[in-house]
């Protein structure tokens, strides 16, 4: 099975820190996706990426970055934290073909 | 762009009941994604619809897409509290996923 880990499960940060999240797939996937999820706004794309030093920006890409430097980890980058990035993280990895797989997620708090 | 809606909101069912949740896309489908989150944690894939007709079913619950290729719903059979949890359908879109905000569902018993 494919599996999509994400680091931490449970984060919490001060507001204006540096934060990393990081996510690892194991089977050699193109593409690496990471979207934000909040209660009655649904499932929302940051960032995403087809390969190795790729991004392209998502929806809501303001506040953050990534980066992609093996094509099997893609790692989210909060520069300075702020409250309203208190979210769940999901990451997502799709090769062709039909399903995308998920990480479990993090849920991050910035204090 | 393209918007999913997705309704209703929140579903309160007893258990052994049948329930559908339906997806109405703003745009044709190309590929219509169901998947299910149980509170706190990732999102598990359900099924994936292609063509205009399609159903599919895994165990007890049936995805359809219409022949229009702009609605799909979800059909539970016989509910039970395993099936408790978020349900969210997923549009592709250019090779990403845009989804709906979800279906909470809740299984009394």
């Known amino acids: 099975d494919v599996k999509v880990t994400q680091s931490s499960r449970y984060l919490v940060k001060r507001t204006g820190e540096k934060v990393f999240l990081e996510c690892v797939q194991d089977?050699?996937?193109?593409?690496m996706f990471w979207y934000r999820q909040d209660p009655g706004l649904g499932l929302r794309l940051i960032y995403f990426?087809?390969?190795?030093?790729?991004?392209e920006k998502g929806d809501i890409p303001e506040g953050y970055s990534v980066s992609r430097e093996k094509k099997e980890r893609f790692s989210l980058i909060l520069e300075s934290a702020s409250t309203n990035q208190t979210s769940m993280y999901l990451c997502?990895?799709?090769?062709?073909?039909?399903?995308?797989?998920f990480g479990s997620g993090t849920r991050l708090t910035v204090v | 762009s393209q918007e999913l809606e997705q309704s209703p909101q929140s579903l309160i069912v007893q258990e052994g009941k049948n329930l559908t949740i339906n997806c109405t896309s703003s745009k044709t489908l190309y590929g219509l994604y169901w998947y299910k989150q149980k509170y706190g944690e990732g999102l598990i894939f359900l099924m994936m619809?292609?063509?205009?007709?399609e159903e599919k079913s895994h165990e007890k619950i049936t995805a359809k897409l219409d022949e229009k290729k702009q609605q799909s719903s979800l059909h539970i059979t016989a509910s039970q509290p395993s099936h408790a949890g978020i349900y969210l359908c997923?549009?592709?879109?250019?090779?990403?996923?845009?989804f709906g905000k979800g279906t909470r569902l809740h299984i009394l018993p």
């Open positions: 089977m050699d996937h193109e593409n």
């Open positions: 997923g549009a592709l879109n250019a090779d990403k996923i845009i």
């Open positions: 990426s087809y390969d190795v030093k790729m991004k």
């Open positions: 619809l292609q063509k205009g007709g």
């Open positions: 997502a990895s799709k090769t062709g073909g039909v399903g995308y797989t």
